[in-house]
């Protein structure tokens, strides 16, 4: 059984915490079973690759973690079921899916993001990011996340799904009550650490199912030229989606689309402000901000895990992981592992290669990654064009999501000096 000492408080829970328990993670090995947890934890690079790459050994399709109904006694049955919630929102989440019916979903999902669609957002991008800029009229003292960092992913992604940015506060809203949770103790079962996270959720799904149902029963009356109307439109094999099934689809690529642009811009500012040498150089040499973007991904990846259940006894590194395991791959750990990044602590905008799996791997790569990648550039260039000194702010504090859940913040105070 896993005996780690390092089990913090959730109330002063940091990255640092993070990573010294999944150090004493590693010393069991790069592949292990956890007793406590119930789970196989996956640590290492190659390994994590091997998992993520192997569909056909390890779903994605995690159903059978959820609780039963007889066991959410609080969900009133006259409002409908919580198996119905978040079924209805499964339906169109091809993050969840295996294929044939990933395949078709996320084939459909791609036709909006081709490399094309995405360049072409570049002016767009520097257009509302100058836009949210100016609007903070010159003050010296920015926060990061509410006056760019949140709105500027939002307004990109509701005007490709047609859905209106004016809605953003309630988006936010949702993006919070589903990722801005804390894990109450990260050496619990899964199975009770899934319960815990479908009853926090469900009422977020309910409220979010419903908007969604609503926007696409008026777009299929009335499409428009967007994605949700395109979704509504078309036709595969000769069948066209199902509303219900659309929900998920515009659910997920609302979230995705731009939670993690949100934290890899908090991720980049923390980590330039603690490395001045890093930001001096990359304002010498801006054609640096690419590849200093993978390094925040790969130091600060957003999403610390992902979860696959095992279909058939699978050999990973030294380990044979049997059939019906749930499997937790450490992405954090992953892109950390010494025998693939020299020095893996230290942060290092040159670094290359930089095979980091921030984006997961396989069929399931994040669709938004080349977007994320995209806004990114685009915001941090003209940040730190704009702004000669960046500081995160000495008297006001950061406010940090729980890393075993997000590694990001939710706010982010910043002493500017404009030119």
Not at 57 to 67: E, K, M, N, T, V
Not at 247 to 261: D, W, Y
Request: net charge negative; aromatic share 6%; proline share 8%.
């Amino acid at each position: 059984m896993s005996q780690l000492t390092t089990r913090p408080n959730a109330a002063r829970r940091s990255l640092p915490d993070l990573l010294r328990w999944l150090d004493e993670l590693r010393r069991r090995g790069q592949v292990h079973r956890d007793d406590r947890q119930r789970c196989w934890h996956v640590l290492g690079h190659p390994e994590a690759g091997a998992v993520l790459a192997d569909h056909r050994s390890f779903s994605s399709d995690l159903r059978g973690l959820l609780p039963r109904q007889e066991d959410m006694p609080e969900y009133d049955l006259r409002e409908g079921s919580f198996q119905e919630d978040v079924e209805l929102f499964q339906r169109g989440n091809f993050v969840r899916l295996d294929p044939p019916e990933h395949h078709r979903l996320r084939g459909l999902a791609s036709r909006a993001f081709t490399p094309r669609t995405v360049a072409g957002l570049a002016p767009r991008i520097a257009e509302v990011t100058t836009e949210l800029l100016d609007a903070t009229g010159g003050r010296t003292r920015l926060e990061l996340i509410d006056d760019l960092a949140y709105p500027l992913p939002v307004i990109v992604i509701a005007e490709l799904l047609g859905l209106p940015a004016a809605d953003r506060p309630m988006f936010r809203r949702w993006a919070d009550a589903l990722f801005d949770r804390e894990v109450a103790d990260p050496d619990q079962p899964l199975t009770e650490l899934a319960a815990a996270s479908t009853r926090a959720a469900v009422p977020v799904l309910r409220e979010m199912n419903a908007y969604l149902l609503d926007r696409i029963r008026a777009c299929r009356a009335h499409p428009g030229d967007d994605l949700t109307g395109r979704l509504v439109q078309v036709e595969v094999d000769g069948q066209r989606l199902a509303d219900e099934e659309i929900v998920g689809f515009v659910g997920l690529l609302l979230l995705a689309g731009h939670i993690t642009t949100t934290a890899t811009l908090g991720n980049a500012v923390l980590a330039l402000d603690e490395h001045p040498g890093a930001a001096a150089e990359l304002r010498a040499e801006p054609e640096l901000l690419p590849a200093t973007i993978e390094e925040v991904l790969r130091l600060r990846t957003p999403f610390p895990r992902l979860v696959r259940r095992a279909v058939a006894d699978t050999r990973v590194g030294d380990e044979v992981i049997p059939a019906g395991a749930v499997v937790t791959v450490w992405l954090t750990a992953a892109n950390r592992d010494e025998r693939v990044f020299a020095e893996p602590d230290r942060f290092d905008p040159r670094r290359a290669p930089n095979p980091h799996i921030a984006f997961g791997q396989g069929i399931h790569f994040c669709l938004g990654a080349p977007l994320a990648r995209l806004e990114a550039r685009t915001v941090l260039g003209i940040l730190l064009g704009r702004y000669p000194d960046i500081a995160v702010a000495a008297d006001v504090p950061v406010k940090h999501r729980d890393p075993w859940a997000m590694v990001s913040v939710n706010s982010l105070p910043l002493d500017v000096r404009p030119r």
